[in-house]
């Protein structure tokens, strides 16, 4: 409930505006009404034991609880089929959906959670990251507890320090700079979490292959390693891999095709690239879809007997590593990302 002071009580702008930033610093909570069926979408963003914070798609934080006779199950292709985890898997960074009922604490009591094999890849790579960030937050919470504390002794002072109004005065103001101090650094840990799920494309490479060919060529060969090499020099990156064939043959075999294509980039990049497999999405094979020449030309066909390789780079782990050494500093404009880029395909034998 607001305080309203009575007429007679001289209450200064400056402490008003301190506790509306204190109270700034609060996040916006999800609660969920006792014994009543839900659903929730979103990011884990910490786990302490059986209980996860959740950052909602609605970006609003609640709180689910495992049980003993929680189901967790990870979501397989079209069909929608599942198989079942352990907890382990639930980490920070990955995003999932809980279904359950409420609990006299707000909390959500998981019956069931499922999430994707994508959002567990991705999440493998931030969860030491996240840590970091949580205590981050918890440390910035806490300052913002002990400034409310401070500006509410301040205000209780008022009455009996009239004589000393010019150095209270002083006081608040830099309360007041620490407050804006802890909000910006609750916006930076909530911007770099929010961006856990946001990823850049930073490099491409296709490759070619002859008629009704999956095996590699030895220029396709070499425009792995030089993408594989680029690669491992990021922070935080994935590889999202996609075969294609032309529109010779039927369609069924040149599905299949294009599949053992993209699986025979992956398996280089594995063994010879020494990529880690968890950095590797799974691979795709389109078929004759998203074709980029003619097939009704030779030099169209061959354009389109191909594997694009896009290295993706998570925009959150790159921003807080990248943090300006001089926040007052003017940036400069970006350098364009390189990438190895797709030739002519060489004259099949």
Not at 52 to 71: A, E, F, H, N, P
Not at 165 to 186: F, P, Y
Not at 225 to 238: H, L, Q
Request: charged share 25%; aromatic share 4%; no cysteine.
């Amino acid at each position: 409930m607001k305080y309203l002071p009575p007429r007679w009580m001289a209450v200064p702008s400056g402490t008003l505006l301190l506790a509306g930033l204190v109270l700034g610093v609060t996040p916006n909570a999800k609660t969920f009404e006792a014994g009543q069926k839900a659903d929730v979408k979103g990011v884990i963003i910490s786990r302490d034991g059986d209980t996860i914070k959740l950052r909602g798609d609605d970006d609003s934080v609640g709180t689910v609880d495992l049980t003993s006779t929680t189901k967790i199950q990870l979501k397989h292709g079209m069909f929608g089929r599942k198989t079942t985890m352990d907890t382990g898997a639930l980490v920070p960074g990955l995003h999932i959906e809980a279904e359950g009922k409420g609990s006299d604490k707000g909390d959500l009591l998981a019956d069931k959670v499922i999430f994707d094999p994508n959002s567990m890849r991705a999440s493998r790579q931030i969860d030491t990251r996240v840590s970091p960030l949580e205590a981050r937050t918890g440390g910035l919470e806490g300052r913002a507890g002990q400034l409310e504390n401070r500006a509410g002794q301040m205000e209780g002072r008022q009455n009996d320090l009239d004589a000393a109004q010019k150095q209270t005065s002083q006081k608040v103001g830099e309360v007041k700079a620490e407050a804006d101090q802890a909000n910006q650094g609750v916006g930076d840990v909530n911007a770099r979490v929010t961006n856990l799920d946001n990823y850049d494309s930073k490099y491409k490479a296709t490759v070619y292959f002859k008629t009704g060919s999956a095996v590699l060529s030895d220029e396709a060969k070499q425009n792995l390693d030089e993408i594989a090499t680029k690669a491992k020099s990021e922070k935080g990156y994935v590889i999202e891999i996609a075969g294609y064939a032309d529109t010779t043959g039927n369609q069924t075999k040149n599905q299949a095709l294009s599949q053992r294509r993209a699986d025979a980039v992956i398996q280089y990049l594995e063994q010879k690239g020494d990529i880690p497999i968890h950095r590797i999405l799974t691979p795709t094979g389109l078929g004759t879809s998203h074709e980029v020449a003619d097939n009704s030309t030779s030099s169209g066909r061959k354009m389109n007997r191909r594997v694009e390789v896009n290295v993706l780079v998570n925009q959150g782990l790159v921003s807080s590593n990248n943090q300006p050494a001089n926040p007052s500093a003017q940036p400069t404009s970006p350098a364009p990302s390189s990438s190895t880029q797709p030739q002519a395909p060489p004259n099949p034998q």
